[in-house]
């Protein structure tokens, strides 16, 4: 008998045409109160090298942390790369930025603003990355930012979910810094120090999914059509951001309609972006229609991007389920195929919905024409959103 993963393996395998890796070991991390912590213990522990990249730097006692830990590491002689999007990193204190490169951080910006170049001003970077000694690399939703610090606990602390990986899906997610770092001009840099990283006794299968702005549907969205298609009892999803172009609805409404359970749980009054959320209501109706589950978060920002499937994989990493995810920007996705780690998951997505409220088909149709008309004029805007 086969193992139950490998029919998930060989469809995404065959659908992406990127190999899983074994011998990989994951450990969730939940909210900044465990986040931060682990991300500058790694920092702190780094031997020869560590490459950095997020589009969100701002501003808060986190945004110095991080700084001052990177500026000792160049200090005592490490490689010390980091790339900072330009336009996400905007609101980051000048003196954050030149206390590193005092130390002797070498700092990139992604397309710098403005330039003459216009189309790539709408295309950033949304990867989040660090990777220290080619051995330890953390990936997923968390910006670095003082919304991000503390535990959920109120409206002012972000939820999310950030991701400790070790073994050779790293190099995946060194792929994807080193492609953002070529981008700003400069060259290729091997990893000398790497040995082999292979832990024989973790066989976490780990699938890692870099896409970058294209005129073309990316292969996150070939990733988020096989995820949707391939599950067999149910489909959990977890966004900042939920504007889905009508095929992934068409995907989502075929799902319910042949029994599978699918819940899709977003930010409710604490969006950052109301018009995110206006542009995500418009798809709420078909998808009631066919059965499928809508929650609204509505503790704090919900920022986190996960889905999960049919209790056996987990897909993770910065992009969003909107149309900049999936077209505009340069994102990093990871699928884990590991049931506990999927389990442990969707314990979480259990645990945030005592803090949602469902959103039920027959209140929702009664909306008001206002609201309907909001949503229908996002269109205009939509592959912004």
Same mark, same amino acid.
């Given at each position: ?131 220290? #000694?080619?051995? !330890? &690399?953390?990936?997923? $939703?968390? %910006?670095?930012? *003082? ?124 969006? #950052?972006?109301? !018009? &995110?959320?206006?542009? $995500?209501? %418009?798809?709420? *109706? ?100």
């Amino acid at each position: 008998m086969p193992e139950p993963t490998s029919y998930y393996k060989q469809l995404l395998e065959q659908s992406l045409g990127t190999p899983f890796t074994a011998g990989n070991k994951v450990d969730i991390l939940k909210n900044g109160n465990e986040i931060f912590p682990a991300m500058l213990e790694a920092i702190n522990n780094a031997r020869e090298r560590i490459e950095f990249l997020t589009f969100v730097y701002w501003t808060g006692n986190i945004a110095y942390d991080f700084a001052k830990a990177l500026s000792r590491k160049a200090e005592e002689g490490l490689e010390v790369f980091v790339i900072l999007d330009s336009f996400g990193a905007a609101k980051m204190p000048r003196e954050i930025s030149l206390l590193m490169e005092r130390s002797g951080v070498n700092i990139k910006w992604f397309r710098p603003m403005p330039q003459w170049k216009l189309w790539k001003i709408d295309n950033r970077t949304h990867r989040k990355v660090l990777i220290c #000694d080619g051995e !330890v &690399a953390f990936t997923g $939703g968390v %910006g670095i930012a *003082e919304e991000w610090e503390g535990d959920a606990r109120n409206e002012r602390e972000w939820r999310d979910t950030h991701f400790r990986i070790q073994g050779p899906a790293v190099f995946g997610l060194q792929a994807a810094f080193m492609e953002n770092w070529i981008e700003t001009g400069q060259k290729l840099k091997f990893d000398h120090s790497i040995k082999g990283n292979s832990l024989p006794d973790s066989n976490t299968h780990i699938q890692v999914i870099r896409t970058a702005a294209s005129v073309r549907w990316s292969d996150i969205v070939m990733l988020y059509q096989a995820l949707i298609k391939m599950a067999k009892e149910s489909i959990r999803i977890t966004t900042a951001y939920f504007n889905p172009n009508p095929v992934m609805i068409e995907l989502l409404k075929e799902a319910a309609q042949r029994g599978v359970e699918v819940q899709i749980m977003v930010p409710g009054k604490n969006i #950052d972006k109301h !018009v &995110a959320r206006m542009a $995500g209501d %418009g798809s709420f *109706e078909p998808l009631l229609d066919s059965d499928v589950k809508l929650w609204y978060y509505q503790k704090t920002m919900l920022h986190a991007k996960i889905i999960t499937v049919d209790d056996q994989l987990s897909c993770v990493g910065s992009a969003n389920f909107n149309h900049r995810s999936m077209l505009k920007d340069d994102e990093v996705n990871v699928v884990i195929l590991d049931k506990e780690i999927t389990g442990t998951l969707n314990d979480h997505f259990e645990e945030d919905l005592l803090h949602c409220e469902q959103v039920e088909k027959d209140r929702w149709k009664k909306r008001s024409l206002l609201k309907r008309a909001l949503e229908k004029i996002t269109w205009i805007i939509n592959r912004q959103i």
